[in-house]
């Protein structure tokens, strides 16, 4: 009779039976990060022009192309509505940009199913190229040529830092599916 290795059924951080994903990790992480990075206006930075890149919505988008069936596609109305009431765009810009981006990757996402990096990038692109374009206008203030040169460091700046940002998705995205003990979970029955 063979014997069963009792440090087989053992990974890292204990055991591996009676462990499952925590839901409030599951489904609390991505809309947590998107709200925090709703917050990135509040920080402290003063610049001329608008320099900082909306991080509300490049969350949402690294979120949404990297699991694609994780946040409804209502989401983008609450999570529109708080970016709106923090980064100081009229009330329903963000909620409408959100929306519409919900919708136009959704619809992407059928149309392309597997794309590579490259892809994601450029369709990440043309995304944030579009809502600080849109946000711009939304904005109330007279568009010139001089204006429209000002948003150019925003928008390479947030072109440049989608690989980053998608690249802590995917941390966060293995944070979000660890296994914990079931008794740590308290509705758990078992």
């Known amino acids: 009779m063979e014997k069963l290795d009792p440090k087989a059924r053992r990974d ?3 055991k591996k039976i009676n ?3 925590s839901p409030v990790l599951a489904y609390g992480v991505p809309w947590f990060t998107i709200l925090l990075g709703s917050l990135a206006p509040m920080l402290p930075i003063i610049a001329a022009g608008p320099i900082l890149p909306p991080l509300g919505y490049l969350f949402l988008l690294a979120w949404r192309i990297y699991r694609p069936g994780l946040l409804p596609m209502w989401a983008g109305l609450p999570l529109g509505l708080f970016d709106d009431l923090y ?3 009229p009330l329903g810009s963000a909620i409408l940009l959100f929306s ?5 990757l959704d619809l ?3 149309r392309f199913p597997w794309r ?3 892809q994601d990038w450029g369709i990440a692109a043309l995304f944030l190229t579009i809502y600080v374009g849109f946000t711009a206008l939304f904005s109330g203030a007279n568009i010139t040529v001089i204006q429209l040169t000002l948003i150019l460091p925003q928008l390479g700046l947030s072109v440049l830092l989608f690989p980053l940002v998608a ?3 995917a941390q966060l995205d293995r944070l979000r599916l660890t296994r914990i003990p079931l008794s740590l979970i308290p509705w758990s029955n078992r």
């Open 12 to 14: 890292p951080f204990g």
């Open 19 to 21: 462990r499952d994903h």
């Open 87 to 89: 980064s100081g765009q």
């Open 100 to 104: 519409l981006t919900m919708i136009a």
């Open 108 to 110: 992407i996402e059928l």
């Open 116 to 118: 590579g990096f490259w």
């Open 167 to 169: 690249q802590l998705v």
